[in-house]
């Protein structure tokens, strides 16, 4: 158990709709980053948060976005799904910023668009 | 794109050591070495990351070339549920991880 939490674990959706997922990250972490996992693309990681700023972006699509909140925990926010968007998606937290600070994962959520 | 090298696949007997390799010849002076695994569809999991020493901890040994542009990750006694995608990553400052295709273990009873 990594600590960092996700709900839902999993999540069916139609075309079109819009979904939240949830992250809290391990006690004490201020990090926190999203990554989506497909078949064809691997591990990508989509944005980072620190403290409540955003402080990275990666291949996130504009129809996505993300926020952390004051007591840390962190929301990501997909709408007008796509087929192409059925993916895990994984939370991440670290302690802060700088370079030698692992990242603990998360369990991960599994959307599947009909 | 990554900027590691890694073999696709690799078996490895039970109880035996796992050693896995991986090159990055265009590491950076400030860049660590990060190794990861995930074990079919969970959250990948942090194993170990050096910079230029050897590195032990209670999962694995990180051996990196005097030149730092190779690793290996070593897993002395192999288990079934050591079976796993390994990624190695290189990473420096506040950049995030960028996964590559990572090797797949197969460790075999």
């Known amino acids: 158990d990594s600590g960092v939490t996700q709900t839902p674990k999993h999540l069916i959706t139609a075309t079109g709709q819009r979904v939240t997922l949830r992250c809290s990250p391990r006690?004490?972490?201020?990090?926190v980053y999203w990554y989506q996992q497909s078949l064809d693309q691997g591990l990508q990681f989509l944005i980072q948060?620190?403290?409540?700023?955003?402080?990275a972006k990666g291949n996130i699509l504009e129809r996505f976005s993300a926020q952390q909140f004051p007591d840390l925990h962190s929301e990501l926010n997909l709408s007008s799904l796509e087929l192409g968007d059925s993916a895990l998606y994984f939370c991440a937290s670290s302690v802060g910023l700088a370079g030698a600070r692992e990242q603990f994962f998360g369990p991960g959520t599994r959307l599947t668009v009909l | 794109d990554a900027k590691t090298t890694q073999p696709t696949s690799m078996d490895c007997a039970e109880g035996r050591a796992a050693n896995l390799p991986c090159n990055h010849s265009?590491?950076?002076?400030?860049?660590?070495v990060y190794w990861y695994r995930q074990i079919h569809s969970q959250g990948p999991q942090y194993i170990i990351h050096?910079?230029?020493n050897n590195e032990t901890n209670e999962m694995a040994s990180l051996i990196i070339t005097e030149d730092r542009k190779s690793s290996t990750l070593i897993l002395p006694h192999a288990t079934l549920r050591d079976t796993a995608v390994y990624y190695c990553?290189?990473?420096?400052?506040?950049?995030?991880?960028?996964f590559g295709k990572g090797t797949r273990l197969s460790v075999i009873a």
């Open positions: 265009t590491i950076s002076g400030n860049e660590y």
């Open positions: 050096g910079l230029k």
């Open positions: 006690s004490g972490d201020l990090s």
């Open positions: 948060y620190y403290n409540g700023e955003e402080r």
């Open positions: 990553i290189v990473k420096g400052g506040n950049t995030p991880l960028v």
